[in-house]
């Protein structure tokens, strides 16, 4: 029996990049299917956890390092998918870039492209080190190479939102019930495995519960 696992990841987490590839390959690998779970970044839906101005330069400082020990590239984006002065970590009440994003994974979700979409949105913002990744064709040149039109998507965004706020919102309520609230998790019958070195050990646990190598 296919096995399922909930991915709740953001398109401003790092960490979310930096487990992408490896979850991408869990279905590659093993009779399972990851169900894609966009939910906007922790640091939006509650502005004060991350208050202490020690938070940005260490996760930076991780996430740069957890890279060169996986062997991938890693920068952050210019601009950050959050408008935040780093150095107070106060959160901007206008936020256009992170909710374009959101909301394109989730239209993307509705079509089947999601978990595929996010993998390659988050290497060009993480990965590729590619300045003002959010003008141009550079997310249209993503969305098409994962066989989406991003011009198609905005436009059904900008008409009818309301399926993917839905969307969005029962995922955050899904991680909330889970217990945790940071991203990415894995979740696996409601259980989190929190951080992108929490992947083996959710492996291990649907092991426990007949996961079968492909």
């Known amino acids: ?36 779970r966009p939910v906007f970044p922790a640091a939006v839906r509650n502005p004060g956890l991350f208050s202490n101005p020690l938070a940005g330069p260490y996760i930076f400082r991780d996430g740069l390092r957890t890279a060169d020990y996986l062997g991938i590239p890693f920068s952050w984006p210019r601009p950050d998918p959050i408008v935040q002065d780093l150095a107070t970590m106060k959160i901007a009440d206008e936020q256009p870039y992170i909710a374009r994003l959101t909301y394109l994974g989730a239209e993307a979700e509705r079509h089947g492209k999601g978990l595929a979409f996010y993998q390659q949105v988050s290497r060009l913002i993480f990965g590729t080190g590619t300045e003002n990744w959010h003008e ?54 409601k259980e989190p495995f929190f951080g992108q070195d929490r992947i083996d050990m959710c492996v291990w646990r649907m092991k426990q519960h007949g996961l079968q190598a492909q």
């Open 1 to 36: 029996m296919t096995l399922s696992v909930d991915y709740f990841v953001s398109f401003r987490s790092p960490f979310s990049y930096l487990s992408a590839n490896r979850v991408v390959q869990l279905e590659e690998d093993w009779d399972l299917t990851v169900k894609f």
């Open 136 to 189: 141009g064709e550079h997310l249209a040149n993503v969305a098409e190479s994962v066989g989406l039109d991003l011009a198609a998507m905005d436009a059904a965004i900008a008409e009818d939102n309301s399926e993917n706020e839905t969307f969005i919102t029962a995922n955050e309520e899904a991680l909330a019930a889970t217990g945790h609230w940071g991203v990415p998790v894995l979740a696996f019958q």
